[in-house]
């Protein structure tokens, strides 16, 4: 009970998928590469971000409370890691694929989920592009962390892929201070 309460309101304990990091090239962002995972995903079409991730998450936050076909709950990790594709233009959809990390004890055999909509990801190895900013994260707040780190990107030289992108928050929305969110831009493969 106090360990589910600590974690609620300070977000400490929760594991988080591991990842070598690099030497940062700038002082604005850090470069990560993240060992292959397996995650628990939903994707949620819409205009807003704000709005469909919180769908997504309302649909993962069920599965780790037992609506899966074995009843396990599952604990809570860190972070909720947001894929954005965006839409082909202003006035499109974009999608929006919000995943839990499965915990280290369950990444080999997850308890399968009954929502249709969530879904098992199994993630490679990628390299990403990370910049870390604090408060309570809004879509005006991820678009201007993003182009920031856009920017930075382009000031260093750096090869990325601009789309998708990721955001990632870590704290739950009862944490009222020192607070963690990241947006991830992947790193362009070299060619083979």
């Known amino acids: 009970m106090l360990k589910a309460l600590g974690q609620t309101f300070f977000s400490t304990g929760l594991q988080s998928p591991k990842f070598t990091a690099e030497e940062p090239k700038g002082q604005d962002y850090e470069i990560r590469t993240y060992h292959p995972t397996r995650w628990m995903s939903t994707t949620v079409s819409g205009m807003q971000g704000d709005e469909?991730?919180?769908?997504?998450?309302?649909?993962?936050?069920?599965?780790?409370?037992?609506?899966?076909?074995?009843?396990?709950?599952?604990?809570?990790?860190?972070?909720?890691?947001?894929?954005?594709?965006?839409?082909?233009?202003?006035?499109?959809?974009?999608?929006?694929?919000?995943?839990?990390?499965?915990?280290?004890?369950?990444?080999?055999?997850p308890p399968e989920p009954t929502d249709p909509d969530v879904f098992l990801e199994d993630r490679k190895e990628f390299t990403a592009y990370v910049r870390t900013y604090g408060g309570f994260s809004n879509e005006n707040m991820k678009r201007e962390e993003l182009l920031k780190l856009l920017e930075s990107l382009k000031r260093d030289g750096v090869e990325f892929v601009d789309k998708p992108y990721y955001t990632a928050g870590y704290d739950s929305p009862f944490k009222l201070t020192n607070r963690r969110n990241e947006v991830w831009v992947l790193k362009k493969a070299e060619q083979q």
């Open 52 to 109: 469909c991730t919180s769908t997504g998450f309302r649909r993962l936050f069920r599965y780790i409370q037992g609506n899966n076909k074995t009843k396990t709950k599952v604990e809570m990790t860190a972070p909720v890691s947001c894929r954005v594709d965006p839409g082909a233009g202003p006035a499109c959809e974009s999608q929006f694929t919000v995943s839990f990390y499965i915990p280290d004890e369950l990444q080999e055999n």
